[in-house]
T-cell receptor, first 111, second 113 residues
């Protein structure tokens, strides 16, 4: 299993760009990198997913270097509503593989 | 579409009682998962099911049993509840093919006294 390591917490201010890095040194060839966001009392929800290089959607960007041993979630211009826990998940999600979450990063956005 | 539906949303048990948490998904997903989340902690995988008829242990399977009743439903049973099983339980499902994005239910909050 690819173990992930993330910072425990981060603080930011509204309007700033936030980058959260995840280390996954033993990522396997077939593994994808997926980021989830979780608000209190809710289940995690998908933010973005990638395999290599850069992926961008309407809410975030994901940067993955060539060796794929780390990844960086970038949230542009955060707002107070982005205060949440962010999880990096590495694994091959299909076929019912053992998808194990790490501890996550608590992001606090201040006004 | 309802997505992933969990019942009950809240439950209080006494030590030693048994209960079953129900999960159903309407997205025709093959894979389903049960996680638990203790206060202030991350999610831990209890059991998962790659497809109908198969189940596998996750990180913390002790004290739990699961049943993949059919493609839609995946239940989690506590045979003899203990206070250490007080937690929020999340069910999730994913496609069998490709990257397998997880879709989560709203959670079931269980308190064992």
């Amino acid at each position: 299993l690819a173990k992930t390591t993330q910072p425990i917490s981060m603080d930011s201010y509204e309007g700033q760009e936030v980058n959260i890095t995840c280390s996954h040194n033993n990522i396997a060839t077939n593994d994808y990198i997926t980021w989830y966001q979780q608000f209190p009392s809710q289940g995690p929800r998908f933010i973005i997913q990638g395999y290599k290089t850069k992926v961008t959607n309407e809410v975030a960007s994901l940067f993955i270097p060539a060796d794929r041993k780390s990844s960086t979630l970038s949230l542009p211009r955060v707002s107070l509503s982005d205060t949440a826990v962010y999880y990096c998940l590495v694994g091959e999600g299909g076929y019912g593989n053992k998808l194990v979450f790490g501890a996550g990063t608590i992001l606090r956005v201040k006004s | 579409n309802a997505g992933v539906t969990q019942t009950p949303k809240f439950q209080v048990l006494k030590t030693g009682q048994s209960m079953t948490l129900q999960c159903a998904q309407d997205m025709n997903h093959n894979s389903m998962y049960w996680y638990r989340q203790d206060p202030g902690m991350g999610l831990r995988l209890i059991y998962y099911s790659a497809s109908e008829g198969t189940t596998d242990k996750g990180e913390v399977p002790n004290g739990y049993n699961v049943s993949r009743l059919n493609k839609r439903e995946f239940s989690l049973r506590l045979e003899s509840a203990a206070p250490s099983q007080t937690s929020v339980y999340f069910c999730a499902s994913s496609e069998a093919r490709g990257s397998g994005e997880l879709f989560f239910g709203e959670g079931s909050r269980l308190t064992v006294l």
